[in-house]
């Protein structure tokens, strides 16, 4: 099944999830691997632009399709704070997937540096360079990288915690290959 229902995800929510969530570890490997004397510094940050960039767009149709599609119903017994919370978490986490690529894309922008999109084009810059805001937009980017792991810590706290302690469904609804109905 493509789309949601009441009571599960549907495989268009589950793949934009996971794949984000997979590209979103690989960029923080590409960055928690740079080495000034590493023959892959070079690819690995090639790399991390480009997924970055990647990240935006499925960020965009995923928040897309969150907008578009019915949502499975929480748990009955779930306390209305952890849905509000919940609610909030997801939110902020979308903000972030659309929002950090765009500060990257500044920041090499105001490094004077066009995008090498995986080798393929050039993406041009829409900015001037500019060492100032660069250095702004460097602190910016560092710091949502932060917030993202906080947060996205926060989901899969939540997630367990819904296996592991309520033993409902909310974990289980996401995972490939499972169905709830």
């Not at 090639?46 to 960039?53: D, F, P």
């Not at 929480?74 to 986490?93: F, T």
């Not at 500060?103 to 090498?116: E, H, S």
């Amino acid at each position: 099944m493509l789309r949601n229902t009441v009571n599960r995800f549907g495989s268009i929510t589950k793949l934009l999830h996971w794949l984000i969530f997979i590209l979103m570890i690989a960029q923080f490997y590409f960055v928690w691997s740079l080495s000034e004397h590493s023959p892959l510094t070079d690819l690995y940050i090639m790399l991390h632009k480009s997924v970055g960039l990647t990240l935006l767009i499925l960020g965009i149709v995923f928040f897309i399709w969150h907008i578009i599609n019915s949502k499975p119903r929480p748990p009955e017994d779930q306390p209305l704070w952890q849905y509000i919370v919940s609610k909030a978490v997801h939110h902020i986490l979308f903000l972030l997937i659309i929002l950090m690529p765009i500060i990257g894309y500044l920041l090499t922008c105001a490094d004077g540096k066009p995008i090498n999109f995986f080798g393929w084009f050039t993406i041009p810059c829409l900015i001037s360079a500019n060492e100032h805001f660069g250095g702004i937009m460097f602190l910016t980017h560092e710091t949502l990288a932060f917030i993202i792991l906080f947060f996205v810590g926060i989901h899969i706290l939540a997630a367990l915690y819904h296996h592991f302690i309520c033993k409902d469904s909310v974990m289980k609804r996401m995972f490939p290959f499972t169905s709830n109905e």
